[in-house]
């Protein structure tokens, strides 16, 4: 990303041959314009494209003890479920998770994308790169391809120097600190449980619990939620996935079948 | 040899490239200036030529804050350090754009160095004429250091470093005389070394330290006259306590 240099130029060269060194002295700003017939509106059309995308629950949040994230494993294609058993948890590098909602092509490429630029970071700076900074390249990446029809909806969950980080990043470049977040069309489902539960001194047990217990009720109302609610904890020392349990079986669990008293028995008649 | 000094992106037959040679003649010519790292600050001292009687000397600083926690001192082409100095401090700024942290004193001298590189591969452009030296304090460890780079693009960190007029007289002295120091006795050295190769006095030489709390301040005149002073007491004590010893012999 260019930033514009505009304002500190020296003077510019009043003759002589154009070299790249030179250029970025005396270089006017321009962009190129886009080659289509609708300029005012191929944008939302672009956006709109994708809308009803992101079929999926993801959540994560920061407690006591680190950063707790969670999510379900199921694609949809429309009202098809084209798999039960996608990893939305995608791992950047040993301290750093991403999560996917949106494309999963574009969640895959660009997580893969960043996890190459951090190791890069971290080789020409010699130490790993903040959850900040981490974030805030993928976000630069995302607002650059604006309006192209990207689909990510992503959280940024990692344990630097400065403790647990959590960001939220998504297709139109935005970018948001936080403490908890849900991201999908199950969203609003889990962050009914998830914001009920929530407190920060929680000890992992807890925490992995109450997240387990978001995705869970998400994809029993959402139906492009469901598949395996997948539980990762972030503490000092890097990623540990603590469980992945198919939704089915919660269901179950916190809902157990009860016996229940019979009010009328059908009895066989003998004869007549 | 005449043949091969017109286009720096040519090699001469032994090996030389003759214009980053020469650009390292320039700073040779340039004002001494000397770097000291401490334990807890870092120092820089500058030559300043005799003041010329109607210029702003204020407006002559030669000692520069690149970002809050980043100075740089350079002897050579003026005009090239100007140019230089701002590229350094557009890249401090993007890269606290790009990953919100400020940078570390290795990564800005590194761009400072690839910079100056560029200069000695590219065609229709000569070398910037001038070695740099880049004080910090890490922003995360807090860890101070001294770092120079040149014409040619190499860099490297140093304790205490010397570079224009006379480098190697104070290098010398440096070597001879540098040990762990921490806050006044930094300064204190940085200025012997100055004056080993400077008329003596405020008016001649600009101090700037560096410290992890208050970052880069530019000691007042009368501050670094009362150093030198303090200097001269010092070689004096020494001077005399040498004669004493020296004297019994002389019966």
């Not at chain 1, 969640?107 to 010699?126: I, V």
């Not at chain 2, 286009?7 to 390292?24: K, R």
Request: net charge neutral; charged share 25%; with cysteine.
């Amino acid at each position: 990303m260019k930033l514009d240099t505009t304002g500190m130029e020296s003077a510019a060269p009043v003759w002589g041959s154009h070299n790249e060194l030179v250029d970025e002295f005396s270089a006017a700003p321009s962009f190129e314009l886009p080659n289509t017939t609708d300029f005012d509106g191929f944008q939302k059309e672009a956006i709109q494209m994708v809308k009803p995308a992101k079929g999926t629950t993801t959540l994560a949040f920061i407690f006591k003890e680190g950063v707790m994230v969670a999510a379900d494993s199921r694609a949809s294609m429309g009202g098809y479920i084209s798999s039960q058993s996608v990893k939305k948890i995608i791992e950047i590098n040993p301290y750093m998770l991403g999560t996917m909602a949106g494309g999963a092509a574009d969640c895959q490429f660009w997580h893969r994308n960043l996890g190459t630029k951090c190791r890069l970071h971290e080789l020409a700076n010699k130490r790993r790169i903040s959850v900040t900074g981490a974030s805030k390249l993928f976000a630069n990446i995302l607002y650059s391809y604006r309006g192209i029809g990207l689909s990510v909806g992503t959280m940024i969950a990692g344990w630097d120097e400065t403790g647990p980080g959590l960001y939220y990043v998504d297709n139109e470049g935005g970018r948001l600190k936080g403490m908890r977040f849900s991201v999908g069309s199950g969203s609003p489902y889990a962050y009914g449980v998830l914001d009920n539960g929530y407190r920060y001194d929680m000890s992992v047990e807890e925490a992995a619990e109450l997240a387990r217990r978001a995705i869970y009720h998400a994809t029993f109302r959402d139906g492009a939620s469901g598949g395996v609610a997948s539980v990762y904890y972030v503490g000092p020392n890097g990623w540990k996935k603590l469980s992945g349990d198919d939704v089915g079986e919660l269901h179950y669990r916190y809902y157990p079948v009860m016996p229940s008293t019979v009010e009328q028995e059908m009895v066989e008649v003998t004869g007549a | 040899m005449a043949r091969y000094d017109r286009a720096i992106t040519v090699f001469s037959p032994d090996g030389h490239l003759f214009q980053v040679e020469y650009a390292l003649e320039a700073v040779r010519k340039g004002n001494a200036a000397v770097g000291v790292r401490g334990t807890d600050i870092v120092v820089l001292g500058v030559e300043k030529k005799s003041a010329v009687k109607l210029q702003d000397s204020r407006s002559v600083r030669k000692i520069v804050s690149l970002d809050d926690h980043i100075a740089l001192a350079c002897a050579g082409l003026k005009a090239d350090a100007r140019v230089l100095i701002n590229r350094a401090r557009i890249e401090c700024q993007s890269h606290r754009l790009t990953v919100e942290e400020p940078v570390t004193v290795e990564y800005i001298t590194r761009y400072i160095a690839g910079l100056q590189q560029k200069y000695t591969q590219s065609g229709g452009v000569r070398p910037f004429g001038l070695s740099t030296l880049v004080v910090g304090f890490d922003p995360y460890t807090g860890v101070p250091s001294l770092y120079q780079t040149d014409p040619s693009g190499t860099f490297s960190a140093w304790k205490a470093n010397a570079t224009g007029r006379n480098s190697n007289s104070m290098r010398e002295f440096l070597e001879k005389n540098y040990k762990e120091t921490s806050g006044h006795e930094t300064i204190k050295l940085a200025i012997r070394a100055l004056l080993e190769v400077v008329e003596s006095g405020g008016k001649n030489i600009e101090v700037a330290t560096m410290t992890k709390e208050h970052g880069l301040r530019q000691l007042e005149e009368s501050e670094i006259d009362a150093i030198v002073a303090e200097i001269e007491a010092e070689k004096a004590a020494a001077e005399a306590a040498k004669k004493a010893l020296a004297a019994p012999k002389e019966t």
